[in-house]
């Protein structure tokens, strides 16, 4: 399985743009990536998932650069209950999926 | 969105005794289940695969005599931690994949906090 790493904590203010980048340097040709968002004492909630390029929905956009050793979410505008630990996951298929230390952001007012 | 709950929520229980931990898939049905394990200020860490039908899969490390796993129906999972111990205490998450073909997202379950006294 493809390890993650990802810093273990940002900070940031509401209303800013937070972008956070994972590395995964032995990513195998069929893995996913994908990014969940875990708020104390909750299950981990789906926020995006990509294989190559740009993906955007709702909440966020996933960036994947060409060769795909890293990637990097980002989070427009964020605001107080953005403050969450956010983890990037690489894996293919029905694999379970292994889950890294995580970020824990902080957003401040 | 298909929906992952998990029964109890928390539950305290003397040292000793069993806890059962229900894994329910709502709206679809489930072959496989993961369960994780939580402690405070830590990441999640798999335990074992649940897997219709079939005697579960566990990760290195995790006696699967004392974390009975039994997937008994396609909704439906169960762990018991048998004579829990105040070093069992912890987060408990459930989690199922989404049917939908292409697609690797993991629906989750609430979670439930286990107390052992």
């Known amino acids: 399985l493809a390890k993650t790493t990802q810093p273990i904590s940002m900070d940031s203010y509401e209303g800013q743009e937070v972008n956070i980048t994972c590395s995964h340097n032995?990513?195998?040709?069929?893995?996913?990536i994908t990014w969940y968002q875990q708020f104390p004492s909750q299950g981990p909630r789906f926020i995006i998932q990509g294989y190559k390029t740009k993906v955007t929905n709702e909440v966020a956009s996933l960036f994947i650069p060409a060769d795909r050793k890293s990637s990097t979410l980002s989070l427009p505008r964020v605001s107080l209950s953005d403050t969450a630990v956010y983890y990037c996951l690489v894996a293919t298929g029905r694999r379970a999926l292994t889950f890294g230390s995580g970020t824990r952001l902080q957003v401040q007012p | 969105g298909a929906v992952v709950s998990q029964h109890p929520s928390w539950v305290i229980c003397k040292s000793g005794t069993s806890v059962k931990i229900e894994c329910r898939s709502l709206?679809?049905?489930?072959?496989?289940m993961f369960w994780y394990r939580q402690f405070p200020k830590q990441s999640l860490m798999l335990m074992a695969t649940?897997?219709?039908?079939?005697?579960?899969?566990?990760e290195q490390g995790v006696e699967k005599d004392k974390f009975l796993i039994n997937h008994a129906s396609l909704t439906l999972s169960t762990l018991t931690v048998t004579s829990a111990h105040p070093e069992d205490s912890s987060f408990y998450i459930c989690s199922a994949r989404d049917p939908r073909p292409n697609t690797g997202e993991l629906f989750f379950g609430e979670g439930s906090r286990l107390t052992v006294l």
């Open positions: 649940s897997n219709e039908g079939s005697k579960a899969t566990y």
């Open positions: 032995n990513i195998a040709t069929n893995d996913y």
């Open positions: 709206d679809f049905q489930a072959t496989t």
